[in-house]
C-alpha cells in the first residue's frame, strides 16, 4: 500500500509538470488566440482561466460536466440543490461548445467553458471564481482540476460510472487513480457495479455510495416539436459513425412494409451532418434538414439543432440509441423510454448495462445484434399492439428508476454542501 502511495505521487507529479510545462510552452500563443472574435475567443479565455473575478460574498457551488447528455442529466440535481435554499450561487462549467449552448438556454445560472487541465489555468480559475465546493458529473475525472480542487474545497463525485472499456485503463494507472481518488469527498456513483470498479481503483468505500441515474430524473422532456406531423416516425439518437448505414438498412426493409414511415437521424457530433446527408441520398432516399424545415414529402429528416432530440422522441413510434451497434458503449437509454417510446438497441451497451438490463427484463427495449435484425424486428412489430405495449412499459420502467436527484441532494445537505 505504502509503494503504491508513492508510485501515485510520483505519477501525479509528473503529469502536473507534463501538462504545466506544455501549457506554458504554449501560452503566449494561446494568449493571442483569446483575442479572436466570437465564441472561439470567449471559451479559450475561460479555458485559460481568465474570467472576471466573481464580485459579491456567498458561497458558490460550481458544477462540471462533460457534453449535452451529461448537462442534460445534473438538471434535475440543480433543481433540487435550488428547491433546499439557502441562496446557493451556481457556476456550472461544460466541457464542449454545444453543452455550454444547451445549458445557457436552460438554466438561469452562469455557464463557462471548464479550465484547461493545467495547474496555471485550474489554480487561475479557482482564484477568480472562489467556489466553496465541486461537483463533478460521471466521468470526469480530470487529474488536475479535482487535485488542485479538494487542496481547497470538498469535491463530490456524481452520477459516476466507470464504463466496461475505461475500466481497464484506469486500472493500468492505479496507483494514480488511487491518489486522485483520495482526494474527493463522496462518490455518489449510479450502480453496484460502478461501485466495486470504483474502489477497487482506490476510493475509500466508506465515502461510496450508490444512488441510482440521474438520467431516469429528466422531466420536462419538451412540447411536440413544431412543424412536424405526428406521423409513424422510428427515431435514431446519438448515431455514430458506422451506425447510419444500418439504421438507413433497417429503414428501408421498415419503409417497404410500411410505406408510410418516417425517419429521424439524429447524429451524436453535428458536425457529421454533411457526411450524414451523403449516407441517406446514397441509399436512395430524400433528406431534409430539422434547421430548414420538415419537408413532408421527405422520408428522412436529419436532426441538425441542438437540445431538441428529447422532445422528437416524443413523437417515435420506436427509438434506436446510437452507440450500441458499434462498439462505443452506448448512450442514454433512459431518454427514449421515458417519453414512452420502446427502445432498439445493439450489443454494446456497457456505458449504460443497469438501465439496459431493466429496460430489456421489463420489455420495453429490444436488443438487435445488425441493421437487417433492426429492420426485420422493426417492419414486424410496427403498427402492431406488441410495440405500443412495449413503450408503455419502457416509461413505466424508467419511472420506476427515478429518485437518484433527491438522494444527492439530501447527501450533499448532510455533508453542509448546500
Known sequence: MRG???????????????VQAACLVLYPFLRLLVFLPGSFGEGLKERLGLLKPRIGGGDLLWVHAASVGEANAIRPLLKEIS???????????????????????????????????????????????????????????????????????????????????????????????????????????????DAARVIDLGAPASRVRVMGNLKADMVGLGRIPRGVNRGEWFVAGSTRPGEEEKVLEAFRMLKGRHPRARLVIAPRHLGRIGEVAELVEHAGLSVSF????????????????????????????????????VPVGGHSVLEPALAGSPVFIGPFTGNVRDETAALLKSG???????????????????????????GRRARSCSLGLRGAAGRIAKALANEGVI
Open 83 to 193: 428547491r433546499a435554499g439557502g441562496g446557493k450561487k451556481i457556476l456550472v462549467s461544460v466541457m464542449t461548445s454545444s453543452g455550454k449552448k444547451r445549458m445557457k438556454s436552460v438554466i438561469a445560472s452562469r455557464v463557462v467553458h471548464p479550465p484547461l487541465d493545467a495547474p496555471l489555468c485550474v489554480a487561475r480559475f479557482i482564484k477568480r471564481m472562489r467556489p466553496g465546493a465541486l461537483i463533478v458529473a460521471e466521468t470526469e475525472l480530470w487529474p488536475v482540476m479535482i487535485t488542485f480542487a479538494a487542496r481547497r474545497m470538498p469535491v463530490f463525485w456524481v452520477n459516476g460510472r466507470i464504463s466496461d472499456r475505461s475500466y481497464p485503463r484506469y486500472r493500468l494507472f492505479r496507483p494514480l487513480m488511487r491518489r486522485i481518488l483520495g482526494g474527493i469527498s463522496g462518490f455518489f456513483v449510479i450502480s453496484k457495479t
Open 4 to 18: 503504491q502511495g508513492v508510485a501515485g505521487i510520483l505519477l501525479l507529479g509528473i503529469y502536473l509538470g507534463f
Open 290 to 325: 430539422r434547421s430548414r424545415g420538415y419537408k413532408p414529402d421527405t422520408p428522412v429528416l436529419l436532426l441538425d439543432t441542438h437540445g431538441e432530440l428529447a422532445s422528437f422522441y416524443r413523437l417515435a413510434k420506436a427509438a434506436f440509441v446510437g452507440g450500441t451497434l
Open 364 to 390: 420495453g427495449a429490444y436488443r438487435v445484434r445488425s441493421g437487417r435484425e433492426l429492420g426485420a424486428k422493426l417492419a414486424s412489430a410496427w403498427g402492431k399492439r406488441g410495440l405500443a405495449e412495449a
